[in-house]
C-alpha cells in the first residue's frame, strides 16, 4: 500500500522560514519524481517544486523560486520543502506527490498524501 505522510506544517509570521518533510511508503521511492503542490482556500491546487529521481533536476514555480529549496534523501525514503522568506500568499495546505515521468502537471502525479497546512502570519 502506497503512503505519502507529509509533515512539519505549522503556523510562521511572514518572513521565517519552515521545513516541510514528506515520508514515502509502499513505492519504488528512489525511481520516483517528487513534486510539492499547495492549495490555498478557494483557489486551485497548483505547482510548487519538482525534484527528479536522483536529485539532480528541480523545476520551481516562478512564486517560490529563491526562496524554497526542495531535497530528498532517497535512503530515507523522504522529500523535503525548505520554505524561507515566507510570504502571506504561502498559505496554503502542501501536498507531496510521487510520478513516473517528469512532469509539473497535477495530473501526471500518481500518488498524493494527505496534505499539511502552512499558515503564514502578519
Known amino acids: 500500500q502506497v503512503q505519502l505522510a507529509e509533515s512539519g506544517g505549522g503556523l510562521v509570521q511572514a518572513g521565517g522560514s519552515l521545513r516541510v518533510s514528506c515520508a514515502a511508503s509502499g513505492l519504488p521511492f528512489s525511481s520516483a519524481h517528487m513534486g510539492w503542490f499547495r492549495q490555498a482556500p478557494g483557489k486551485e491546487r497548483e505547482f510548487v517544486a519538482a525534484i527528479n529521481w536522483n536529485g539532480d533536476r528541480t523545476y520551481y514555480a516562478e512564486s517560490v523560486k529563491g526562496r524554497f529549496t526542495i531535497s530528498r534523501d532517497n535512503a530515507k525514503n523522504r522529500v523535503y520543502l525548505q520554505m524561507n522568506n515566507l510570504k502571506l500568499e504561502d498559505t496554503a495546505v502542501y501536498y507531496c506527490?510521487?510520478?513516473?515521468?517528469?512532469?509539473?502537471?497535477?495530473?501526471?502525479?500518481?500518488?498524493w498524501g494527505q496534505g499539511t497546512q502552512v499558515t503564514v502570519s502578519s
Open positions: 506527490a510521487a510520478a513516473y515521468l517528469w512532469t509539473t502537471a497535477a495530473t501526471g502525479y500518481k500518488y
